[in-house]
């Protein structure tokens, strides 16, 4: 039988390709026997531990995926999910992606407000993975210079370079906003600014005291904490890992600052940094992000007058051996 084929919403289109995945990963193997006696329940439940909190869209996708399949999904779970999407896509280089509002505008970098817990996000360097941009700044919102540092990943003992901060303070980092451990966004993952762990900062309601004293401990000046199962990252120093349960820190997304525009692009990623999750390579993804051309490899608001298609990619730079997870 051909497998069926389902039109379905971007937003459940990547959620359901996070779910295939742990289908399918030894470790979080999906049982299909238990699926075909418990029906949907057990599908949800599983969903819930292994992808994260579904809110009440994801719980109306799924459902609405079983009874739409109706004897496919008794015959199988995995068919059923994968029948939602084409192959993966992959990109030869990094594309060159100007950072804009929801409006299309572009960012100017020394208009990003400092800490501003309610952060910007775009998506890089494929659909769906989305992307934290945040102007660091002290407890008093000075934006201040975050160095290049030595980013330690725990699954592996082995670090990366991570180049530190750009704009006109250097202040502006970039770093996934999907978990590494399970894949959670936001407002599952967040960001508390500094203004909670200078001396006598209170508690914030949301985030745990282990993993405060942990950051306090470590002298992190500010935190990205996962509410899903508690990991947290330092953005100081390269998403570095400050509590598990993830073994991997967020990868970043290397960022270049036009003095003469104020202009922020997204223009590549460390190859020896562990990928997005969820991905084996950040090349490969989902779906080619909307501005990107398939046929000059650039997003095509980026192609202004002189300017060649091979200007607008990056070559990947040579970190030496890539990332090996195992
Ligand atoms: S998904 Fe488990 S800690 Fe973030």
Redesign the pocket.
């Known amino acids: 039988m051909n497998p069926v084929k389902i039109i379905i919403k971007r937003d459940d289109f990547i959620f359901a390709k996070r779910l295939l995945w742990k289908m399918r990963n030894k470790e979080t193997r999906f049982d299909e026997k238990k699926f075909m006696k418990e029906g949907k329940d057990y599908l949800i439940d599983y969903a819930e531990k292994n992808v994260?909190p579904l809110d009440p869209s994801k719980r109306a996708f799924l459902k609405g995926l079983l009874i739409g399949i109706g004897v496919i999904a008794v015959a199988s779970a995995v068919p059923l999910i994968n029948s939602l999407n084409p192959e993966e896509v992959t990109l030869k280089k990094f594309p060159w992606m100007i950072i804009v509002n929801s409006d299309g505008v572009p960012i100017e970098a020394s208009k990003i407000p400092v800490n501003d817990p309610e952060i910007l996000l775009f998506e890089y360097p494929m659909l769906g993975d989305i992307t934290f941009l945040i102007n660091m700044g002290d407890e008093n919102n000075n934006p201040v210079e975050i160095p290049p540092t030595n980013v330690l990943i725990p699954q592996t003992g082995k670090t990366y370079y991570f180049p530190g901060g750009v704009g006109p303070h250097k202040s502006i980092v970039a770093y996934s906003a999907i978990?590494q451990?399970?894949?959670?966004t936001p407002p599952?993952?967040h960001f508390y600014p500094p203004q909670y762990f200078k001396p006598g900062g209170v508690v914030p309601d949301f985030l745990p005291p282990s993993a405060y004293q942990a950051a306090i401990s470590v002298g992190a000046k500010s935190v990205i904490h996962?509410d899903?199962?508690?990991?947290t990252y330092d953005p100081w120093h390269g998403a570095a890992v400050i509590t598990g349960?993830?073994v991997r820190p967020l990868p970043y997304v290397q960022l270049y600052w036009d003095p003469n525009t104020d202009y922020l692009y997204a223009i590549s990623m460390n190859t020896n940094a562990p990928p997005i999750m969820d991905h084996t390579s950040d090349l490969e993804g989902a779906a080619y992000l909307d501005s990107y051309n398939e046929n000059t490899e650039c997003p095509k608001f980026l192609l202004s007058k002189g300017k060649k298609p091979t200007d607008c990619y990056t070559k990947i730079q040579d970190y030496g051996n890539p990332f090996q997870g195992e």
């Open positions: 994260g978990c451990h399970l894949g959670c599952e993952i996962c899903c199962h508690g990991s349960p993830t």
